[in-house]
């Protein structure tokens, strides 16, 4: 029998994977509109209401044909979307195998081992291919008819779950409202997408819940159903969904059999499970967070036990105990007294403390609070720690599995475990960091067991997204590559604090700082060795800054903890673990972090709630010393409330109020306070958080009559317009804005009053200058033009030239007639960048002799020049000539 004749020719050639769904679908047809004259092999679907919608309403759309019937001798491109697995694509097996085939992919699941590789690969981590594809055609104005962008919309409506799955990103939303304002149907999508569950669907969901088991895994709970079909069950995907919502499961597999093939449907919310990595090795793949994958030849139990295997391997290299851990362990000498333990626990603000040997640092066992408080009411503090401490307390080692922890602490009720690394306390557990990890990963937890916990779980979710999204390309590609050199030298690093904050808040980014689970000093070099960078180091705080040739500049920490040997002095700084960098921080708002290192990449750690505070738009303080220990904080809660609109909460308000009560700004230098209230002034609108400060009465901190009064605002305002208008000219010229505001803040005290207040700020010499003399001399100077005005441009042009940018806005601001402002603003942007054309070598060739003659002229010449009567460089030298001629100047 003779072969089939295949008659169809076609340069490009675009298709999708086997049992596509509405986003394949939609991701073929941009393809389509993006390569002209592309031929689409459509690999077919099991879903009926695609398959029916395919058919009978929008096959017209799609340039199709048969791959039996398509002669591939002349296709040199073949573009694939929505996957990158060769089995999961049919009808171009014999295309892949020729030589010189360009392949172009668009995906959004991310690269797995073992793929296709494209010449060309689009891979974005949106929710929906057809995002990527809406993107491109929307950057090429590429245009959509109502029918064309209604079968794109669907693909990104079905595969976001109309915008509900984690996995939506606001690209999603932004291509779906592009689509819409290109006539897509929301009556067609929601007829397709947005369906009530069939009798056969709700029986086969209350199936797979009542054959469900639970499997505890390292500490991570797994949840698994099997089952068996005689046939295909419709939207198998969108019932595990609704499952794991009814359920609240973090991880959850259906392992189906179908007819001959077993069917798993994997969806997961727990960032150490990757379900994607996991079922590519069952010949399926999809993201960390969901997945799916056909096996054949296998039965169920040997797909569910090879399933349960292949999580126990990928859940192993989970290190349960690093995470747990706090490191450094704050630990005593067991010799020392029970007074130096009780003095260390209220420094670190802990309730139990390790003891070791002197000689060998040996564990040796533990003293809480509780034990010293006692021994302190009977007078015993003198005694040494070994004579009162839990000698008997056990310990774990660094790959201690989680079941081994749980034993230690909660059923032997040993308060704190140590973690031991060749006879070495490298951290320690606490029955807290314990119950925290359980009650994160849905693990039952008693009451009682409840009640020991006595901070926010320390939740994480994937962030990537937003990284490739809202920062540039240098930022991002340098986070990385800080990430892959920390990963080189054995370093856990996160990018951290105002950084994370304004990523989240979707703000610009101005700081980059870096904190190292280690030696951030040693990093620092490292790093800037083998990028040809400088390095800046402070060593007593552990902190360095990496300086790149054109100046850009981050900031990288060790990890530390401070504490705080009297109220508001500087802190004093030991390393620490990531954890306890994060608490010593000011607000909340300001502790998140972000992993950068390759295998957590983008993971967002929250221990203290800040996203709820983000969400909440309110400002809180970590613990209930923080403006004790460091008064500076209120102002930087009054800095941030006014920066994003939050409110301070009602907690930390109540604590700024006892602070200022108990005067705790007494031992606070003036240096520290100009440096806050500098960063205030420096806003683009300080006004709200003036009228904070003087509702707390914080001005008389800094001096006793030192008063805001309506007229201070009125100034305030009038100083604001002027700051406005000048940034409204894009005049490249640097200004102290906060000195603006300050001067307005002396305007009118006695100079005694103002020589206090900047005696007790320690105001630099020079800046004092400004504040004091610039500032009476441009009062001064503003009193002679509004007592003379309306005055001539040369008189306003040697009145103002001498004074700075920051003299001549606060001039602005300070008077009330209009057209002396339209006079001042005048000189600001034209007449103070009139000069004379000709110079002195001009004059000496009309025969002029050198001297003081020389800037007469000139300065005439300025004169007329302001007063429109000189223009042209040759009606100058004609000036001057005239001028040297009657004043018998040339020889």
């Known amino acids: 029998m003779a072969p089939k004749k295949r008659s169809i020719k076609a340069k490009t050639i675009i298709t999708s994977h086997v049992n596509a769904d509405f986003d394949a679908i939609g991701a073929m047809l941009a393809a389509q509109k993006l390569y002209p004259g592309g031929v689409i092999i459509f690999p077919g679907s099991q879903e009926k209401s695609l398959r029916d919608f395919f058919i009978n309403s929008m096959s017209y759309?799609?340039?199709?044909?048969?791959?039996?019937?398509?002669?591939?001798?002349?296709?040199?491109?073949?573009?694939?979307?929505?996957?990158?697995?060769k089995n999961r694509l049919t009808g171009v097996s014999d295309l892949l195998d020729k030589p010189d085939l360009a392949i172009d992919i668009y995906d959004h699941h991310p690269p797995m081992p073992g793929e296709i590789r494209g010449t060309r690969d689009v891979s974005k981590p949106y929710g929906a291919t057809t995002t990527i594809m809406s993107e491109i055609l929307r950057e090429k104005k590429i245009g959509l008819t109502g029918e064309e962008a209604t079968v794109m919309a669907l693909g990104i409506y079905e595969d976001t779950g109309n915008f509900t799955y984690t996995s939506t990103t606001p690209a999603d939303f932004i291509q779906?409202?592009?689509?819409?304002?290109?006539?897509?149907?929301?009556?067609?999508?929601?007829?397709?997408?947005?369906?009530?569950?069939?009798?056969?669907?709700?029986?086969?969901?209350?199936?797979?819940?009542?054959?469900?088991?639970?499997?505890?895994?390292?500490?991570?709970?797994?949840?698994?159903?099997?089952?068996?079909?005689?046939?295909?069950?419709?939207?198998?995907?969108?019932?595990?969904?609704?499952?794991?919502?009814?359920?609240?499961l973090d991880v959850f597999f259906a392992v189906v059999l179908m007819g001959t093939k077993v069917n798993i449907i994997a969806r997961n919310r727990n960032p150490e499970v990757d379900v994607g990595k996991l079922l590519a090795e069952f010949g399926g793949g999809g993201h960390s967070y969901a997945a799916s994958a056909k096996v054949e030849s296998q039965t169920l139990p040997q797909v569910e036990m090879r399933l349960l295997e292949m999580l126990k391997r990928q859940l192993k290299s989970v290190l349960v105990t690093k995470k747990l851990m706090s490191s450094p362990a704050i630990t005593i000498d067991s010799k020392s007294s029970c007074e130096e333990a009780g003095s260390l626990m209220t420094r670190y603000s802990i309730n139990t403390l390790l003891a070791v040997n002197r000689d060998n640092l040996g564990y040796e066992g533990y003293i809480t609070r509780r034990v010293v408080e006692k021994l302190f009411f009977h007078k015993l503090g003198s005694q040494p720690v070994y004579e009162y401490m839990d000698s008997e307390a056990q310990s774990v080692s660094i790959d201690a599995d989680l079941a081994e922890i749980e034993e230690k602490i909660i059923e032997a009720k040993q308060r704190i475990l140590p973690v031991m690394e060749d006879n070495q306390i490298v951290g320690v557990i606490t029955r807290t960091d314990l119950l925290d990890y359980l009650v994160e990963h849905n693990r039952e937890v008693s009451s009682s067991e409840k009640q020991v916990i006595n901070r926010p779980?320390?939740?994480?979710?994937?962030?990537?997204?937003?990284?490739?999204?809202?920062?540039?390309?240098?930022?991002?590609?340098?986070?990385?590559?800080?990430?892959?050199?920390?990963?080189?030298?054995?370093l856990d690093i996160y990018v951290v604090g105002g950084f994370v904050r304004d990523l989240m808040l979707d703000r610009p980014i101005e700081d980059v700082d870096v904190v190292v689970e280690g030696d951030g000093i040693s990093f620092a070099r490292y790093y800037a060795k083998k990028h040809g960078c400088r390095v800046n180091t402070h060593h007593k705080f552990n902190t360095a800054v990496i300086v790149f040739p054109d100046g850009f500049k981050v900031d990288v920490a060790s990890a530390r903890l401070e504490y705080y040997t009297t109220p508001a002095a500087l802190p004093i700084v030991e390393n620490s673990s990531i954890k306890l960098d994060l608490a010593r921080r000011d607000f909340t708002i300001n502790t998140l972090a972000v992993a950068l290192n390759p295998d957590t990449y983008g993971t967002l750690i929250d221990y203290f709630g800040a996203g709820r505070d983000l969400k909440d738009k309110t400002i809180r303080i970590i613990h209930n010393l923080s403006f004790v220990e460091d008064?500076?904080?209120?102002?930087?809660?009054?800095?941030?409330?006014?920066?994003?609109?939050?409110?301070?909460?009602?907690?930390?308000?109540?604590?700024?109020?006892?602070?200022l009560k108990i005067d705790t700004f007494k031992h606070l230098s003036g240096l520290r306070v100009l440096s806050e209230l500098k960063q205030i002034l420096s806003e683009d609108n300080p006004i709200p958080a003036v009228e904070t400060i003087a509702a707390y009465g914080i001005e008389k901190i800094i001096h006793r009559n030192l008063s805001i009064t309506p007229n201070t605002y009125d100034l305030f305002d009038s100083v604001n317009k002027a700051?406005?208008?000048?940034?409204?000219?894009?005049?490249?010229?640097?200004?102290?804005?906060?000195?603006?505001?300050?001067?307005?803040?002396?305007?009118?005290?006695?100079?005694?009053?103002?020589?206090?207040?900047?005696?007790?700020?320690?105001?630099?010499?020079?800046?004092?200058?400004?504040?004091?003399?610039?500032?009476?001399?441009?009062?001064?100077?503003?009193?002679?033009?509004?007592?003379r005005f309306p005055v001539s441009r040369q008189e306003m042009y040697w009145g103002l030239i001498n004074f700075k940018t920051e003299c001549i806005l606060y001039m602005m601001a300070l008077t009330k007639n209009e057209e002396i402002q339209k006079a001042i603003s005048n000189f600001y942007t034209r007449h103070r960048y009139v000069k004379p054309v000709i110079k002195g070598k001009d004059l000496l060739a009309i025969g002029i002799k050198p001297g003081p003659v020389f800037t007469r002229i000139l300065k005439l010449i300025l004169n007329e020049k302001l007063d429109n009567k000189l223009g042209t460089r040759k009606e100058e030298i004609a000036f001057a000539t005239r001028y040297a001629i009657e004043n018998d100047l040339i020889d």
């Open 723 to 787: 700051l406005t208008w000048h940034d409204l000219l894009y005049v490249d010229e640097e200004y102290p804005r906060w000195a603006v505001y300050f001067m307005a803040l002396l305007y009118r005290r006695p100079f005694r009053v103002c020589d206090e207040i900047l005696t007790r700020l320690m105001v630099p010499v020079k800046e004092r200058q400004m504040l004091l003399e610039r500032r009476y001399k441009a009062e001064n100077r503003l009193s002679l033009i509004e007592a």
């Open 176 to 248: 779906a409202g592009y689509l819409l304002s290109c006539g897509a149907s929301l009556n067609t999508i929601s007829s397709l997408v947005v369906r009530e569950m069939k009798t056969e669907q709700v029986t086969w969901l209350n199936e797979l819940i009542n054959e469900m088991a639970s499997h505890r895994i390292n500490g991570i709970q797994v949840h698994l159903s099997t089952i068996s079909s005689p046939s295909y069950i419709n939207d198998l995907a969108s019932i595990v969904q609704k499952i794991v919502r009814m359920e609240n």
């Open 61 to 85: 759309l799609f340039n199709m044909a048969d791959p039996s019937k398509i002669d591939f001798s002349e296709t040199t491109r073949l573009v694939i979307v929505d996957t990158r697995q």
């Open 631 to 659: 008064p500076t904080r209120v102002f930087r809660a009054i800095k941030f409330s006014n920066r994003f609109g939050f409110n301070i909460g009602k907690v930390t308000s109540n604590l700024i109020k006892n602070a």
């Open 457 to 490: 779980n320390a939740k994480k979710k994937y962030i990537r997204h937003l990284l490739d999204q809202r920062l540039d390309d240098r930022i991002g590609k340098l986070l990385k590559d800080i990430g892959r050199t920390a990963e080189d030298l054995g």
